[in-house]
């Protein structure tokens, strides 16, 4: 949120007021120094999810977007009891259903 953004923003300006080690280290590298190619992947795949969560509100309202996030939930847990080799579904999990 908006908020949360501001915060964070003051508190990074004061480290670099205050000569933090941190922000010593950010003056001196810069603020990309051990960045790679795989740092970007969650960055573009979070950013993508938000305009996908903007564009399905926008376009199916939020109750379409509960029953969507509820059936992603239910596949990707499918998904990884497939992928990971997990076992079978356990009582306890059935009737927390």
């Known amino acids: 949120t908006m908020e949360l953004c501001i915060a964070s923003l003051l508190l990074l300006l004061l480290s670099f007021a205050f000569q933090s ?48 996030l509820i059936f992603g939930i239910l596949i990707s847990g499918f998904l990884q009891g497939v992928l990971m080799g997990g076992g079978g579904v356990e009582e306890k999990a059935v009737h927390g259903v």
């Open 21 to 68: 080690q941190d922000g010593m280290r950010i003056r001196q590298q810069g603020f990309f120094d051990e960045w790679t190619v795989f740092t970007l992947i969650p960055i573009l795949t979070n950013s993508a999810g938000g305009i996908l969560v903007g564009l399905v509100i926008k376009y199916a309202g939020t109750v379409r977007k509960g029953f969507a």
